[in-house]
């Protein structure tokens, strides 16, 4: 009777006898491969020496374009960036995240949440960090919470907003008497430009007091009456007095000799004042505007914006991929290595990290490549007034070819990518070869 490993063989050579059946079965895969990768890349490499919209042969003239464009060197320089900053963050808090999730008694919670951001594509990320990213502290979340802390730390000032009237003049962030102050006699300081709400409600009639022979005395007020009408510079009727207001007495160095805040009419008493002028300066507290937000979007953290967005998407499959690493590493290589005296950080630094090591090359790798196709979050998450700013190749090609109807320099592009990529898929595989030989 026949063993098994002998009927294989006798199979075997009958299939290998038979190359046709063979064929037939491959055929369709084959044809499916050919029609979707191989023509594809020749065609594409065909029509980057042929002009925009195909058929009149260029030769490298496109090549030429895509060195000397602004916008592709634009789009290579931050896709050098991309690789340079996400596959080894990415990595790296995947191996963090993989050992916290073993040390944490709520492991299973925060896995998921970390693998969350993966569930949802990469379009729906975008839109999310969009929104995170809004300038407007009452609808961006990143910049509502920056706005919560600096309302507390450096509170926006109740006159934000108002500017100075005749007789004043911006001081730095405050404002300030044009003419020099002397002992023994009021001043009137007015400001315009402000609205109806920021004046308090318990605010009176502006009414400077009579100033003794050592004071300074004066009232801020609101320069303009609601209905129209008066004098600038002067107190009309109805015109209110500015509570609140902090009126610094400086000395001609520009020293703050006494400060003292304004009472419910907008009046203010310095006393005791020496000889000699000063100037009365209205403390750039009380105009302080409100926090703005950060412009996130724009120009100049466009591309590091969309980096973090990008690492938190991918965070998640780092740290599964690691954890499942982790949890096959042989434990008594760790309680050997404990044994021996060997510290948490000297375990993990000199034996967790090097029994990873394939996994960890899993993840830079697969991070690699993505990150040089990397195309949609970029086009979500950036305005379109900033699109150059945060241009990747990917990118580029799909604006050149489609948006700037160049078939010639998008394949181009193309052709750039396809090489960029390529050594990394073969570095990939010849390294699946030797983890299975």
């Known amino acids: 009777m026949a063993t098994g490993t002998t009927v294989g063989?006798?199979?075997g050579r009958r299939f290998g006898a038979r190359p046709g059946v063979a064929a037939l079965f491959l055929a369709p895969a084959v044809v499916i491969l050919g029609a979707l990768v191989v023509y594809p890349i020749f065609a594409t490499v065909l029509a980057s020496f042929q002009g925009p919209t195909g058929g009149r042969w260029v030769g490298l003239d496109n090549y030429q374009e895509l060195i000397t464009n602004p916008r592709t060197r634009r789009a290579i320089r931050n896709s050098v960036?991309?690789?340079?900053?996400?596959?080894?963050?990415v990595t790296a808090l995947g191996l963090v995240f993989a050992v916290l999730s073993e040390r944490l008694s709520f492991s299973r919670a925060f896995r998921t949440a970390i693998f969350m951001p993966m569930a949802i594509s990469l379009l729906a990320g975008g839109v999310i960090w969009r929104v995170v990213y809004e300038q407007s502290p009452d609808r961006g979340v990143l910049n509502a919470g920056i706005a919560a802390v600096r309302g507390v730390t450096h509170p926006p000032g109740p006159y934000a907003g108002s500017t100075p009237s005749q007789g004043m003049r911006p001081a730095g962030e405050g404002m300030s008497l044009?003419?020099?102050v002397v002992a023994g006699h009021?001043?009137?300081?007015?400001?315009?430009?402000?609205?109806?709400?920021?004046?308090?409600?318990d605010a009176r009639a502006a009414a400077p007091g009579e100033p003794k022979a050592d004071e300074v005395v004066g009232?801020?007020?609101?320069?303009f009456r609601p209905g129209g009408g008066g004098q600038r510079g002067q107190i009309d009727q109805d015109e209110l007095g500015l509570p609140g207001m902090k009126v610094e007495l400086r000395n001609p160095d520009g020293q703050v000799v006494k400060a003292v805040t304004t009472t419910d009419d907008g009046s203010f008493r310095i006393e005791r004042v020496g000889d000699g002028t000063f100037t009365l300066v209205l403390g750039g507290a009380s105009f302080r505007p409100p926090f703005e937000g950060v412009q996130w979007l724009g120009p100049t953290l466009i591309t590091p914006a969309i980096l973090v967005a990008y690492i938190w998407i991918w965070a998640g499959f780092a740290m599964m991929?690691?954890?499942?690493?982790?949890?096959?590493?042989?434990?008594?290589?760790?309680?050997?290595?404990?044994v021996d005296?060997?510290?948490?950080?000297?375990?993990?630094?000199?034996?967790?990290?090097?029994?990873?090591?394939?996994e960890m090359g899993v993840v830079f790798i697969t991070l690699v490549i993505y990150v040089l196709k990397v195309f949609d979050i970029v086009l979500v998450v950036a305005p379109e007034t900033v699109q150059d700013d945060a241009n990747v190749i990917a990118l580029e090609m799909w604006q050149t070819a489609f948006g700037a109807r160049n078939q010639g320099l998008g394949s181009a592009v193309a052709v750039l990518l396809f090489l960029l990529v390529l050594p990394v898929m073969v570095f990939n595989l010849r390294r699946f070869q030797g983890e299975r030989s």
Do not use: C, M, N
């Not at 009021?186 to 409600?201: D, F, H, I, R, T």
């Open 321 to 338: 991929v690691l954890a499942a690493g982790l949890a096959a590493l042989p434990r008594e290589v760790l309680e050997a290595a404990r």
């Open 9 to 11: 063989r006798r199979r």
């Open 219 to 223: 009232v801020v007020f609101r320069d």
């Open 341 to 358: 005296g060997a510290g948490e950080w000297q375990t993990f630094r000199r034996v967790t990290v090097p029994l990873l090591a394939p």
């Open 81 to 89: 960036i991309w690789v340079a900053v996400v596959p080894a963050t």
């Open 186 to 201: 009021a001043y009137q300081l007015g400001l315009v430009g402000l609205a109806p709400e920021q004046v308090p409600k």
């Open 178 to 180: 044009e003419e020099p």
